[in-house]
């Protein structure tokens, strides 16, 4: 049993050990918890490439001692290219007839990887840029903040010298190798030869070492963030990018900046919860646990329930009907229905009213705790990765970062090594659909970290990957934490399950880990729930989840997932 770590410092979590480390370092040098998710960012980018990097996006949210939570939103639109005319003409999408009459589907989805799948901005290094300027507004004016050459050293370095390849980046690398080989740069950056010359996945173990994405790092670090948009290797990228095939241009790139935006939050008995808005699925985050709430004060659900099918039911049914609103709802955050016009405020209140307590009293009146809605339901994709970080001062910090399916659009540029994301696969070609493609639209992201602010001073940062699955997981976390009395690392470790499809299958099942046969799986079913037993105790597709904790008498605590590579550090 892995037990909670505890302290009275500042502590991390990460589903890299390595990352866990960089970022509390950065604490004991002097680093305030923004700092260290710096540096905790470059470094997974390094070490687990398959699950995220700088060519990716990100969110943050921040809770400062005395301010309220800010969210920062790292996802960058779509580019000016990017139209459905444009991939009607490589031979993707919908074309009107002679006639003028109703669209023509052929080859109608965006291509899954390679350039044209690479059709976003990369806002991951923006949202750095935006947590950092953040960091200095708000600190202390003694406080002199820490340079992005000791912000970005570990990551430097873990790129030069190598890092073992992990156990998950040579099984994906095997999954998807007949894809992945055959985009640019993709072979020579991560994969190794066979004998004959064919390329083979590296092995677990193996030293991988990134020197291109090394040099990419160090130039940020002397030249600055702001490079990466607007200076020497923006206008590399660019070239690359276009060369390629991809429809990303240097005025993309020159355009873009990460938003602080106002997040949202839900109301629970004894505490607040805050996510990100649109274009992300926070809003299900919070929906889920409001209705969950109310459910326990109308239907008794208490402490002992943890971890029954009660529970679980209770969770998976709240699920369902987050998913539908979500579903209903959620896209680029100008386009969402019912808003004030050109207002992203009016955005977010479109959202916010969804976590009325009368919202989410409808939700759960819904809900028959006796029996499973049926659910015919098609899930989103996504790999991504959740860190935590909380400092001395009481700075606490939950951050996500991604490039959408494992190794995104498999696409290396040459000069910089930069993989990039291949997020713009979440838009529609189809016209007049709730997520069309359009330049400049932001496309929908499961990616959502979460951080509650408890009645009593406690400050928890929590999430994890998982695409589809990262409400389920977070709440699954939440409430075995604060409403069934389990530790950070008990609630991370204890089985979980999935409601959805997992990569590469077909249902929509009730996916429940080994460890919930028996007796929990069969009442489930005789609920109503289309239940499926995974082979695995801990397996892998149901999300890489971590914690951390902040305490009003400066107690932190902190939690990792043991089915990854994490590590929870303490300084």
């Known amino acids: 049993m892995i037990h909670t770590r505890r302290g009275f410092g500042g502590a991390c979590a990460a589903p890299h050990h390595l990352a866990a480390q960089a970022g509390r370092d950065i604490l004991r040098d002097g680093g305030n918890a923004i700092e260290a998710m710096v540096a905790m960012a ?23 001692p005395g301010l309220a939570p800010l969210a920062i939103d790292a996802c960058g639109p779509a580019a000016g290219l990017a139209s459905r005319e444009f ?13 003028g009459a109703a669209p023509l589907a052929y080859g109608s989805s965006i291509p899954t990887r390679g350039p044209l799948s690479a059709l976003t901005v990369a806002g991951t290094i923006g949202g750095w840029q935006e947590a950092l300027a953040f960091s200095a507004e708000t600190s202390a004016d003694e406080c002199s903040p820490l340079g992005l050459s000791t912000l970005l050293s570990h990551a430097i370095r873990h790129a030069n010298d190598g890092v073992a390849v992990s156990a998950s980046q040579k099984a994906l690398s095997e999954k998807h190798l007949a894809v992945l ?41 002397d030249a600055g963030l702001e490079d990466f948009y607007r200076g020497e290797l923006a206008t590399r990228m660019a070239q690359e990018l276009e060369a390629a095939g991809s429809p990303l241009r240097l005025a993309d790139l020159n355009g873009y900046r990460a938003q602080r935006v106002t997040p949202l939050k839900v109301r629970l008995r004894d505490s607040e919860v805050y996510n990100l808005p649109a274009p992300t699925q926070g809003l299900a985050t919070l929906m889920i646990l409001g209705i969950y709430d109310a459910l326990s004060a109308t239907h008794g659900i208490s402490e002992g329930d943890g971890n029954t099918p009660r529970h679980l039911h209770a969770l998976i049914e709240a699920t369902k009907r987050a998913f539908l609103v979500r579903d209903s709802l959620i896209t680029s955050p100008e386009c969402i229905e019912g808003a004030l016009e050109d207002s992203l405020e009016g955005s977010i209140a479109t ?30 994709e996504g790999d991504t990765i959740w860190m935590g970080a909380t400092d001395s001062d009481g700075t606490t910090v939950s951050f996500i970062q991604s490039v959408y399916w494992e190794f995104g659009s498999g696409m290396v540029l040459p000069s910089s090594g930069v993989m990039w994301q291949n997020r713009g696969l979440a838009f529609d070609l189809a016209p007049d659909r709730l997520r069309s493609l359009a330049p400049g ?7 959502n970290p979460s951080l509650a602010c408890f009645d ?24 075995r934490i604060a409403r069934h009395g389990m530790s950070l690392q008990a609630a991370i470790s204890a089985p979980r399950w999935l409601l959805g499809r997992t990569w590469g299958d077909v249902s929509t099942s009730l ?58 550090a303490l300084t």
């Open 351 to 380: 959202q916010q009213a969804q976590l009325s307590p009368e919202a989410l009293a409808r939700q759960a009146e819904m809900i028959d705790m006796q029996s499973a809605l049926g659910w015919p339901h098609e899930p989103a």
């Open 456 to 479: 009593d001073g406690r400050v928890m940062a929590f999430g994890t990957m998982g695409g589809e699955g990262q409400p389920q997981t977070q709440a699954a976390v939440f409430t």
């Open 511 to 568: 996916k429940l880990e080994s460890r919930l046969a028996g007796e929990m799986a069969q009442t489930l079913a005789a609920m109503g729930h289309e239940v499926e037993v995974l082979d695995e105790a801990f397996s892998d597709t149901l999300g890489h989840a971590g914690a951390v904790m902040r305490h009003p008498d400066g107690q932190v605590e902190a939690a990792h997932d043991p089915r990854s590579d994490g590590g929870a």
């Open 441 to 447: 639209r932001k496309p929908f992201h499961t990616l």
């Open 42 to 64: 470059a470094t997974i980018a390094v070490v687990y490439p398959h699950m995220n990097g700088i060519g990716g996006d990100g969110f943050w949210l921040i809770k400062r």
């Open 181 to 221: 080989s055959q985009q640019p740069g993709f072979a020579e950056r991560y994969l190794g030869q066979s004998e004959s010359g064919e390329p083979i996945a590296l092995e677990e173990g193996a030293r991988l070492r990134q020197p291109a994405l090394a040099a990419t790092l160090s130039r940020l670090a």
């Open 87 to 99: 991939y009607a003409e490589h031979g993707h999408g919908y074309a009107a007839d002679s006639e």
